[in-house]
């Protein structure tokens, strides 16, 4: 497996405890017992969480595994999952209940009841409906953090028509790759959107993606910038529609149809090893009942009294599962907010909490951390007394994050859990409990109740207690995916492969139990890097930089980063006719990767150099490039082909830096 970073060193030797206050935990919503009674009988416990949710017709087995490693979860069921997330609170008396505080980066906000989204995601399933969109159609969706985002979301769960969510900050080759790959026939996006204060467009970008996209019938546009947009917003006849335009004049009725269980409810696709990022496919009932059952015992969640705040982006898996599907089936009022957390000043999260009285807040290590670079002095000025429980994930949270988010976000004694979870399971499946566990700072800690996790080794062997080795999932879950979407190999091949004889699920993390036998997650042993909490390919990266003209070749390396986890770091060689690798050249480079993935994959630093270290097969040794990229004496050289090579990189850097 990789070796370890300093910052993991750190994490290892870290061996505080804080154990639940009796206060906590005599109101907590997860008992202990809960561990045992999964344990006792896993699938009459998993039958018992899908009673959260209401089920058209009954299903009449709990898990059908026969064709591992494709699950079948309450085999026979029949639910809406709109109907859950909306409709059901109304019917239950609740419809007056505000569902989401959405506030606007500059500064508008918007109030939505459950009443109200009810209305508005009828409006939207009538109106998609009207386009054409049958049950098990494709809808593209690059929204931002509008309230549409999540009532389009809804509207097509409802249709039983499935989304693809593709990040805003994703750009139009990323977005069409996702458009082609699941023919989607709407795509669904904005005229212009607020980022740091000012208004960008959203369509050009759109529009420039589906150029010839074949599967395309309609692209709706939500107004949002409006005037606020310099360039005037491209339009395609016959194709176009406003959404306020098509949706406004829908009937407020929809009868939600029930669907079965296994029904596909989305695709979100997300980056593995080859530089094409796989479509991850989930389905309705399994998928609702572990995305409710979760919210509910790690945020120890009590409808119509906490506030709830998930910081993340719908474009990401966690939007979906902790802002669309968890939240909303287990009746929560949350906020949402649209913008970045510095605009207009690094104490919005503050003032928006103390203005909402959040309780419940989810948020992720980086940007924790960068809360921290700001200074404790921000949060210390607003009123955070509301806060109860917080939330860390996409990374493991360093101890120090960790602390200074107990001590000055948490008042010292918010239990924070560590949710370590993945766009492939779902929902959360390993993190300590509120009001049950004892936390440690930096660890996930243990698989929840209904879930089994394992550490093991190359040999498939479980390892003791202070022993590493592989994460693995050695049971099926009801959130877990059902395969990689148009292809069947890639799914068995990426996540079933490694330990087929155990049919174990193979995460791609690297972990580690200690002397209580607890588990640290050691981040990834495969080529994926993970910046800011995003999953990114060093495959990806490396193919865009080699799509420039002036690259002969490329290696990226994913590099301890302060703030964002990992950085990218980038080794190219530079074609014979090429200019010099000068800062301009340079410059170019992290723009053009910018520009084919998204700013997110922009390498921090490119090195041109004028060889890559490769073992004799022809294998890159990334591991000698992340010696260097983190300013360590480069290892072991010995397997190389041409064991100098590293000193010809070392001793000609400086340039490009
Ligand atoms: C990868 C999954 C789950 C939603 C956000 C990311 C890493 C995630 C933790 C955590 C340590 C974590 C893993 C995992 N990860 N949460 N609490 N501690 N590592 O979803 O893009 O699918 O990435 O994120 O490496 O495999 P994703």
Request: aromatic share 8%; with cysteine; charged share 25%.
């Amino acid at each position: 497996m990789a070796e370890q970073s300093p910052a993991l060193d750190n994490l290892l030797n870290e061996s505080r405890t804080f154990p639940p206050s009796e206060e906590f935990s005599a109101q907590a919503n997860a008992t202990a017992e809960l561990y045992d009674e999964a344990n006792a009988d896993r699938d009459a416990f998993w039958a018992k969480q899908a009673e959260r949710l209401h089920w058209e017709t009954k299903w009449s087995q709990v898990l059908d595994w026969s064709g591992a490693p494709f699950a079948k979860w309450f085999v026979g069921g029949k639910l809406n999952v709109a109907y859950n997330c909306v409709d059901r609170h109304v019917d239950e008396g609740h419809g007056e209940q505000i569902a989401i505080h959405w506030v606007g980066e500059p500064g508008d906000t918007r109030d939505l009841t459950y009443a109200d989204l009810k209305r508005e995601v009828s409006k939207a399933a009538n109106a998609l409906a009207s386009l054409g969109l049958r049950a098990g159609d494709v809808v593209a969706i690059q929204l931002q953090m509008v309230p549409e985002a999540i009532i389009a979301m809804l509207a097509c769960a409802r249709l039983g028509v499935l989304h693809s969510v593709v990040f805003g900050g994703f750009s139009p080759t990323a977005l069409r790759a996702r458009v082609d790959d699941a023919a989607a026939k709407v795509v669904i996006t904005s005229d212009g959107q607020y980022r740091r204060g000012k208004a960008a467009p959203m369509k050009t970008n759109v529009d420039e993606a589906l150029e010839g996209a074949e599967s395309v019938q309609k692209v709706l546009v939500v107004r949002r910038t409006g005037s606020d947009l310099t360039d005037e917003v491209p339009w395609t006849d016959g194709r176009d529609l406003w959404w306020h335009e098509l949706v406004d004049d829908q009937s407020e009725e929809h009868t939600p149809e029930a669907f079965d269980s296994e029904h596909p409810l989305y695709i979100l696709y997300t980056s593995g090893t080859t530089g094409k990022p796989k479509g991850i496919l989930h389905t309705s009932g399994g998928y609702l009942t572990q995305a409710a059952y979760t919210h509910n015992v790690v945020f120890d969640h009590k409808p119509g009294k906490d506030v709830y705040w998930c910081t993340a982006d719908i474009g990401w898996v966690t939007g979906h599962s902790y802002i669309v599907y968890g939240p909303l089936a287990n009746r929560a009022t949350q906020v949402v907010y649209e913008g970045t957390p510095n605009t207009p000043h690094e104490g919005r999260h503050w003032e928006i909490v103390q203005k909402y009285k959040v309780s419940i807040y989810y948020t992720a290590p980086t940007l924790i951390r960068t809360f921290m670079k700001w200074g404790k002095e921000i949060p210390e000025s607003y009123d955070l007394s509301s806060l109860r429980v917080l939330g860390s994930v996409g990374e493991p949270i360093n101890p120090e994050a960790w602390i200074w988010y107990r001590e000055n976000i948490g008042a010292g004694k918010a239990p924070i859990v560590d949710t370590w979870w993945q766009t492939e399971t779902g929902a959360i499946m390993i993190s300590p409990l509120p009001g049950v566990t004892s936390a440690k700072p930096g660890s996930a800690q243990r698989a929840l109740p209904g879930i089994s996790a394992k550490v093991v080794d190359d040999q498939a062997q479980e390892v003791g207690n202070g022993g590493g080795g592989y994460l693995v999932l050695d049971q099926p879950w009801p959130s877990m995916l059902r395969g990689v979407w148009g292809d069947e190999q890639r799914f068995r091949d990426t996540y079933w492969s490694r330990f087929a004889d155990q049919g174990f699920y193979f995460a791609g993390d690297g972990a580690k139990y200690d002397n209580d036998g607890d588990v640290w997650l050691l981040g990834r042993v495969d080529d994926v890097m993970n910046i800011s909490g995003h999953r990114i390919s060093t495959t990806e990266v490396e193919s865009a930089l080699v799509s420039h003209p002036t690259v002969a070749e490329a290696a990226v390396v994913g590099a301890a980063d302060p703030t964002t986890g990992q950085g990218i770091v980038a080794f190219v060689i530079l074609r014979g006719n090429a200019k010099d690798g000068g800062d301009e050249a340079v410059q170019e480079l992290r723009n053009h990767v910018a520009k084919e993935i998204g700013p997110i994959a922009k390498p921090r630093q490119i090195m041109v150099v004028p060889e890559l270290p490769k073992t004799r097969s022809g294998k890159i040794m990334r591991r000698l490039l992340r010696d260097v990229a983190e300013n360590r004496e480069v290892g072991d050289v010995t397997t190389l082909a041409d064991s100098s090579v590293m000193d010809l990189i070392s001793s000609g850097l400086g340039s490009g830096k």
